[in-house]
């Protein structure tokens, strides 16, 4: 099944820095979810994007699903050390696919 | 609820034994997935069952791997016989359809010697 492409693979900040990781896909999406999987854990849901266009937010976190809902973004605003683990982007058409995700680290 | 239940956490066996990792998904999910997880790999989709049935299994391997759902509350995943480069961790993961929340086990850690 065709799987979606994150980037970048590795993002070291120092704590404090904004962080963004980019989800894209060839094919139109019908929704996306994000997960974070902590070092050592297992990954987490976070939130799913439905919409054209749209945006959410998380506290410091923001969503955005493309226009063309072929793309994905997840925006960290002022990362903390509580922020480490992978983000990961999931497209699903019933079968949940996972992109590469993004392993951020951040120096306190 | 307690949440997707995998068992054993961990499992370190020897290369040709059979290995075989379980999974509890969460009452009244239909969709129960497989997935493995490598440095080199990623989160690779194994097999996915919907209501019992296995709809999709194109991530399996090889023909060493197999899986079963005998009921609503029970999956399976073996490995027979299993080689050092199947180490990694496997997650079991379900939802209530296919396109919303997945919530996952604590994955079993396998090493293969």
């Known amino acids: 099944g065709q799987q979606v492409m994150q980037i970048p693979q590795y993002q070291h900040v120092q704590e404090g820095e904004d962080f963004t990781t980019y989800c894209n896909s060839s094919?139109?999406?019908?929704?996306i979810q994000w997960y974070k999987q902590r070092p050592g854990g297992h990954p987490v849901f976070l939130i799913q994007?439905?919409?054209?266009?749209e945006v959410k937010k998380q506290k410091r976190l923001t969503f955005q699903f493309g226009e063309a809902k072929k793309n994905s973004s997840l925006h960290i605003t002022a990362t903390q050390t509580t922020d480490v683990g992978t983000y990961f982007c999931s497209r699903n058409n019933n079968d949940m696919r996972f992109g590469a995700g993004t392993r951020l680290t951040v120096k306190p | 609820d307690a949440g997707v239940i995998q068992s054993p956490r961990h499992e370190v066996t020897e290369m040709g034994q059979e290995v075989t990792l379980r999974c509890k998904p969460i009452s009244g999910h239909d969709y129960l997935f497989w997935y493995r997880q490598t440095m080199m790999r990623g989160l690779e989709l194994l097999i996915y069952?919907?209501?019992?049935?296995?709809?999709?299994d194109s991530g399996m391997p090889e023909d060493r791997f197999s899986a079963k759902m005998p009921n609503a509350s029970f999956s399976t995943l073996k490995i027979q016989p299993s080689e050092p480069r199947d180490s990694a961790v496997y997650f079991c993961a379900s939802s209530t359809t296919g396109d919303t929340e997945a919530f996952f086990g604590q994955g079993t850690r396998l090493t293969v010697v």
């Open positions: 069952f919907n209501n019992n049935v296995p709809i999709d």
């Open positions: 094919t139109t999406l019908s929704n």
């Open positions: 994007l439905v919409k054209s266009g």
